[in-house]
């Protein structure tokens, strides 16, 4: 690793990756990642990625985007997002990245609350084959260096504008690295929640160093819960149960047997339902049943979520299967412009770190890795609009001269696991601030039991 680079992406990924690959060949880029390269929730994703189909969707595509988000929507995101999806699919085609097909042409799928049939998909893991391929094209790249097991304890700032990022590399070491621009894409906030389908190192570090520094959040309550992850009494991340297997037809079942529910419904407005129904049965769960999908084979086209089920003792093509809400995507964020700046200079944020304002109050399916890929690339292109506007800050690396130019006292960090607790209840904090104000939707993380 060296003392500076011209840009630091925090997240590997598929916000940081599609950055990465978007930024002059010439940049040299450094990329971390808290864990291994394999523990973004970007490989989780199992739904598929929403695009545009035609001129005439675009009406339908946008009322849908504001509808489930409550009309809390930045319509400039939106209309961003959506006319710049075609863009983002051929890239990621001529990536590598493979999508269903039929007869040569793509197929499309269809998800709560999208009133046509819009979706592309690989199996039921589109993330992983999406994330997996960005990757792959990014460690080709010469100019890229990748850490792993690198946490980002804070930033080095000054006069409101970044000049780094303060490292705990993976042999515990603390070091000042400096750029020209940082791009934060590291992830959402389920590790602090106790049932969640996120891994649980994404705690939402971003956020509890924009709150140290001042750096403008917004909606940090507006956290959204999935109506279905197989129930479990195991301790751990949740196993999603992705809302295509609605989308193909099957139905969720109370304690009797009986159908209580749309299951089309906007995910927040069907965790509610979930909610009252377990309520009412005095259930830990309700019954998800695939018998009633009838045009594809259950096998082929959810094969991990049929494997997954299997080795937990559910067999999926033969019996219901219990499911519960668990915390799963965060709306709410470090709040960013329509080319994903922070109100930080030379600070950028993508992915669900960000509150771009595309989601609303509650995030349309299959819309999330179709908006970190958009506005990450509009970071890096923005970066690369501004690169003459300044030098690369000098580097500094002695304590004393850190602490003289940046307020920086690297003791504070020496405690790790206090540290990191410290900056757990900061976001915690934030949360709960806002949901006194009051919320939007039911939904939101206060009917949710964190860690």
Known sequence: MEKEYDVIIVGTGVAGCYGALNLPKEKRILMITKASLEESDSFLAQGGICVLKSEEDYDSFFEDTLKAGHYENRKESVDIMIRSSHSVIEDLIGYGVEFAMEDGELVFTREAAHSTNRILYHEDVTGK?????????????????????????????????CDGVILKTADKKLTPVFAHDVLWACGGIGGVYKNSTNFPHLTGDALAIA?????????????QIHPTTLYSKKKGRRFLISESVRGEGAVLYNKDGERFVNELLPRDLLTNEIHKQMEKDNMPYVMLSMSTIKDCDIKQRFPNIYQYCLEEGYDV??????????QHYF??????????????????AAGETSCNGVHGANRLASNSLLESLVFAKRAVLDMADHWEERKLPAVVEEPQELSKQYGIDMSLYINMEQFEEDSKQLVIKAIEEENRKGVTNESNNNTVERR
């Open 331 to 348: 709306m709410g964020g470090v709040h960013v412009d329509s080319v994903s700046k922070t109100t930080m200079d030379h600070l950028y």
């Open 317 to 326: 093509t033969k019996e219901p299967i219990p499911v519960v809400p668990s």
């Open 211 to 223: 709150i140290r520094h001042g750096i403008q959040l917004e909606h940090v309550n507006y956290v």
């Open 129 to 161: 084959e999406i994330t997996t391929k960005l990757l792959a094209q990014v460690q080709k790249l010469e100019n890229v260096t990748i850490l792993t097991d690198t946490t980002m304890v804070d930033i080095l700032c000054r006069d409101n504008c």
